[in-house]
């Protein structure tokens, strides 16, 4: 089992347009998976329930560890629906 994947791989988006998407997301209340390089560089998925877009980052439930968690918008590599 494990944990849950995106159904497909999340594509890399211009960034105006993963603030677009996030936003939407905010709006609407919906779940996503965004597509996140950490520090190294290394790319992963993680699902999340956006809250708010602050000063370059992204706040929101992560879904796996069940924790609200800031994200850095430039880290932020693309946005599909969950």
Not at 15 to 33: F, G, H, K, T
Not at 68 to 73: E, N, P, R, V
Request: proline share 10%.
């Amino acid at each position: 089992a494990g944990a849950p994947t995106p159904a497909q791989p999340i594509a890399t988006m211009a960034p105006v347009d993963v603030v677009a998407a996030l936003r939407s997301a905010i709006a609407d209340e919906s779940p996503v998976w965004i597509g996140y390089a950490d520090p190294a560089g290394v790319a992963g998925d993680r699902r999340v329930e956006p809250l708010r877009l602050v000063g370059g980052y992204l706040t929101a439930l992560d879904l796996r560890s069940e924790a609200i968690t800031s994200f850095a918008l430039a880290r932020i590599t693309g946005v599909q629906p969950a």
